[in-house]
């Protein structure tokens, strides 16, 4: 399928630097610190389980923040973060792997890697904790499997956190034996937020999969409305970004019992 035809296109322009981008020279393996693990450590803190991103710009936001990452991430862990999520896509996002493996080691939480692998080499660019697999980007002849790509991942010490936007594609990551997954309320198509996305796809998740809501999330009624329908955790960016970084995932991660 050719997906590519059906996207926005800074979606496609990213998709085009992800094809052409190496990997790395060393086969990477991971210890990995479990996110299921710090959600719940976070809820017996009586914390939002909240992955705060380090992301210092992208094709939906003005300007570009321009901070030290380390200094972001541990700002975000002050704040509560359970977890962290560090951009590595370096033409569209500002990130960078060395950025991720700064934070790696300057934190106990959890790091996601969020960037657009399509191939296996990228696996091995840097180590972290989870590694995103993007359902609608490995659809097309020219990538590698979502379901190789989960397992070369996992051979890694990996956790692989799934992103799908709908129901088909929900059951593309089931199908692929995906324990994490994540509902991007942003649409890959149009670059629009619409927190109904997870709503729909939610019910439909199988009780033992850790899931996630991802994307649109700016307000402590968003947290709420994404908790009420489901969501074990949170992906939150530009909302935390934007401002004090440690005040806004303190407001973000507080539970409704503390307001
Ligand atoms: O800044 P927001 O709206 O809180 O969104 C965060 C995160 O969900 C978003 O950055 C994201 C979701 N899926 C992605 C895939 C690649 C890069 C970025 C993303």
Known sequence: ?????????????????????????????VDARSLPDAFAAAEAD??????????????????????????????????????????????????????????REAVDVPVLRKDFVVREAQLDTVAADVILLIVRFLQEDDTDDLGDLLAAARDRGFQVLVEVHDGDELQQALDAGADIVGVNNRDLAELVVDLDTFERVAPDVPED???????????????????????????????????????????????????
């Open 209 to 259: 999969v850790t899931l996630l809501a991802e994307s649109g999330i700016e307000t402590t009624d968003d947290v709420a409305r994404m908790r009420a329908a489901g969501a074990d955790g949170l992906l939150i960016g530009s909302a935390i970004m934007n401002g004090s970084v440690a005040e806004n995932t303190s407001r973000l991660t507080q539970t409704e019992t503390q307001t």
């Open 1 to 29: 399928m050719d997906a590519s035809e059906e996207i926005a296109p800074a979606v496609r322009s990213i998709l085009a630097a992800a094809r052409e981008r190496g990997g790395g020279d060393e086969r990477v393996s």
């Open 46 to 103: 009586d914390r939002v389980p909240v992955i705060a991103e380090v992301k210092p710009t992208s094709p939906t936001t003005d300007g570009e923040r321009t901070d030290d990452p380390v200094e972001l991430a541990e700002a975000m862990v002050a704040g509560g973060a359970a977890a962290l999520s560090v951009l590595t896509e370096p033409d569209h996002f500002g990130g960078s792997p060395e950025s991720l493996r700064r934070i």
